[in-house]
């Protein structure tokens, strides 16, 4: 790296030997010796689409990832731009030029930055004539905001006096969300669009958020048909409805949906502002035409909404916040990651076995294709943080912790906490998240003072009802997802936050009653679009529509744990200790320190159904049916009766009735500090107990407390509404019993055991780390007469 200081507030020129790639282009090819054996015996015409930049044109591009409206990342970080040189020769040189329009005084400041020796391809030439390059300069740290103008232009290549031009260019924070189709799921498909939409229009709100979807590119290792990996076309044409947009960096816009009577199904009715006319569309009416924020990421979205509401509500400034949506619908985690490090073996399977090659592709992407085609071309880009929705086509791959025959395919059910990998052991899923934080950290991290190493990444667990046919293993999933912990940050993940999701599913599963419009207590869940402004259901409920709750969990954490803000509670209660006996019966203690000036409540189940079946859907002994009368409804949390070994997958579990505490009455949940739940009105301190949740057992139940050697919350697919059928009725999100009073944040769900003396001994939200001895639990009394058989 070279710089020539030519003013001190003016230029630098930098010597650039190319992007941060191709420096481990050896490494990488030499890694990738077994790729080959993994590819289908398919066309490779029909897996992957070429994404050649055009070259009929000569000239200084920048890459696609770059249009009119781009949010560029604030200072501290060096912003970076980057793009290609058609009709180049080995001398030629490009300069980027900075102008400021925001300036009140009307100084019109400007830098430039010149890259005099860029990467070129010597035996490419372009349709063009000349060669084909690529250029890449690093731009002033700046403060965010602005109105700038960036252009970049070439010395000595076919065409000296082309000069691209970006307008409107802010700087702000930049989020990349990546994921499969629940990341993906755009706003149409959201039941909380219409207040968003009516925010924009009526109230002006959300100006600060810009948009960028990231057109789907399958591509190999090295690129089909000669594609530049490190760069991408200009960005599709603006499409006017549908879940791409196109279009580049778009500015928040409702479209047609601005028009009433358009919206309403009758028409323009004297519309004059053609951006709202809808008649020349021939689209359904609730297609809301030109709509930018209708057509993107809902999880996206409302991550960054919720983080400008917060803005607002603080009185600071608002700040521009990009968006980059990249993301792929039933896709896998092997699919975002590069083979240089799959094939290295960095990750066994949740057998402890290398994996199959059927276990981590489908028949059109490889594993790496996502990478290579939709994460590279951004990594030189600097970034503020990621933000992950990902992995209900990785849940076949789990299967019970006990089993080590890799011939069950990861097919069996119900197994232990582990059953979808562990990170100590570097298997399964637990791995495969950690593998994929590490690697994009140190992509784009390469280049000094970018993006930095240890940037930030939100991760979202798994919705109830999203297994895609593998429910029995999905509270595992969700703990593998989070490095073993249930939340984030862990040690093995640091600097990384989650939002929790497994009370986040669609009310609906899919038609039926429950999606009936115009059903009198449906609780405004129609699946089907109708005569009012109702949120159809994209393939029924394993797409939950109720967006906003992931993207405000988001927003929360990095709130807390990103931007620094010490009063947000940004999880919900946290387990950290247990004990069981006669007289006081299970008492669940909760981290205070996470909890901060909230504190504790337990809503009243949501069912008075009695179990006939264990979690599995295998009868219960009828002899059971009086002992499961006292212990209540179906619940979340299940206590297990006369387990044994370290695997946790044995004994008897029962489902356990939770008393109530604090239950809201209906009234706005007070503010944090003030009067409300577990307050002393005269002392404005906590009652005693405000941290603790208890589980009392009666009569005959009372007699299992001896045997009770582990307790489990929220530890199944859709745990809010156990026994609920969603065909009929449907299970409100955050329905869970334990949360925060004030911020309703669920509790994360646990697995604990029980030694000897009555105490919690292991406990899943505290450490994560495989109990590797055998526990021998030596029994207080028999097993009740019930449970013998």
Not at 40 to 62: E, H, L, M, T, W
Not at 363 to 389: C, E
Not at 576 to 582: E, L, N
């Amino acid at each position: 790296l070279k710089m020539v200081s030519v003013m001190p507030w003016l230029i630098s020129i930098f010597l650039v030997t190319g992007f941060r790639t191709a420096t481990a282009a050896s490494s990488i090819e030499n890694a990738q010796k077994t790729y080959s054996t993994r590819r289908d015996n398919v066309d490779i015409s029909n897996k992957y689409q070429p994404a050649r930049y055009p070259d009929d044109k000569a000239g200084a591009f920048f890459s696609g990832v770059f249009s009119d409206n781009v949010v560029l990342q604030r200072k501290p970080a060096r912003p970076v731009v980057y793009g290609v040189v058609i009709g180049a020769s080995l001398s030629t040189s490009v300069t980027v030029t900075v102008f400021d329009r925001s300036s009140r005084k009307k100084i019109m400041t400007s830098y430039s930055r010149v890259a005099s020796v860029v990467k070129v391809d010597e035996e490419r030439s372009t349709a063009a004539g000349g060669l084909y390059a690529t250029w890449k300069v690093f731009l002033a740290p700046t403060s965010p905001g602005g109105n700038y103008t960036i252009s970049v232009s070439c010395q000595e290549c076919v065409n000296a006096t082309m000069k691209s031009t970006l307008q409107n260019v802010v700087f702000g924070d930049v989020w990349f969300c990546a994921g499969q189709s629940n990341m993906r799921l755009p706003m149409h498909f959201d039941t909380s669009r219409n207040v968003t939409y009516n925010r924009i229009l009526n109230e002006g709100k959300y100006g600060n958020i810009r948009m960028y979807s990231v057109a789907q590119n399958n591509q190999p290792d090295g690129g089909y048909d000669g594609t530049d990996l490190d760069i991408i076309p200009p960005p599709p044409e603006r499409q006017p409805w549908g879940d791409f947009a196109g279009g580049g960096w778009l500015l928040p816009s409702v479209g047609t949906y601005g028009n009433a009577s358009c919206r309403m199904g009758l028409g323009d009715s004297g519309c004059t502002n053609t951006s709202h006319c809808c008649t020349r569309f021939s689209q359904p009416n609730d297609d809301w035409i030109y709509n930018s924020v209708d057509q993107f990421s809902a999880a996206c979205w409302h991550f960054a909404e919720h983080l400008t509401d917060k803005m607002e509500a603080n009185d600071e400034s608002i700040m521009p916040i990009g968006l980059i949506s990249s993301s792929w619908g039933g896709t896998m985690v092997e699919h975002w990651q590069p083979n240089a490090t799959l094939n290295s073996g960095v990750c066994k399977n949740s057998s402890g076995y290398d994996y199959s090659p059927w276990q981590n592709k489908r028949w059109d992407i490889d594993s790496g294709a996502l990478w290579n085609g939709m994460i590279l071309p951004f990594v030189n880009m600097s970034i503020k943080g990621a933000l992950w929705y990902q992995g209900e086509n990785n849940v076949f791959q789990c299967h019970d912790a006990g089993d080590t025959d890799q011939s069950k395919g990861g097919r069996k059910p119900s197994g232990g906490p582990f059953a979808c990998g562990n990170v100590g052991d570097s298997t399964g899923y637990a791995c495969m998240m950690r593998n994929l934080v590490l690697t994009w950290r140190k992509a784009w991290s390469a280049e000094l003072n970018t993006t930095p190493e240890d940037f930030p990444f939100g991760i979202v667990t798994l919705a109830g009802g999203t297994s895609e046919g593998h429910d029995n293993n999905m509270a595992a999933f969700r703990f593998a997802q989070t490095g073993n912990r249930g939340f984030l940050p862990s040690q093995d993940m640091p600097n990384t936050f989650s939002a929790q999701a497994f009370d986040a599913g669609d009310p609906c599963i899919h038609f039926g009653q429950c999606c009936a419009n115009g059903v009198d207590g449906q609780g405004g869940w129609p699946c089907v679009a109708g005569e009012g402004p109702y949120t159809q259901q994209f393939m029924g409920g394993i797409h939950p529509r109720v967006k906003k709750i992931v993207g405000v969990r988001l927003a929360k954490a990095a709130r807390a744990l990103v931007y620094g803000d010490s009063k947000e509670v940004w999880t919900g209660p946290v387990l950290v200790a247990c004990s069981v006996s006669a007289r006081e019966g299970i008492v669940l203690k909760f981290d205070r320190s996470l909890l901060k000036d909230d504190t504790i409540m337990v809503l009243d189940h949501t069912t008075t159904a009695i179990p006939f079946t264990d979690d599995l859907g295998v009868p219960f002994n009828p002899a059971i049916l009086s002992l499961l009368q006292q212990l209540g409804p179906e619940s979340p949390m299940e206590v297990q009766i006369n387990g044994s070994s370290g695997n946790f997958t044995d004994g008897v579990w029962l489902p356990v009735k939770i008393e109530p505490k604090c239950a809201p009455t209906g009234e706005d949940h007070p503010e944090p500090g003030t009067t409300g739940c577990n307050w002393n009105y005269t002392t404005s301190t906590r009652t005693p107990g405000w941290d603790e949740v208890v589980i009392r057992l009666g009569g005959i139940a009372s007699q299992l407390m001896a045997n009770i050697t582990g307790i489990r919350y929220a530890w199944n697919d859709n745990p809010c509404c156990p026994s609920m059928n969603r065909l009929v009725v449907p299970c409100p999100p955050n329905s869970c019993p334990i949360q925060t009073h004030n911020s309703t944040m669920p509790a994360v769900p646990f697995w604990a055991t029980i030694n000897n003396n009555g105490l919690c001994d292991w406990i899943s939200t505290q450490n994560g780390i495989r109990v590797q001895e055998e526990r021998s639990r030596k029994r207080i009394n028999e097993p009740i007469a019930v449970l013998q058989s």
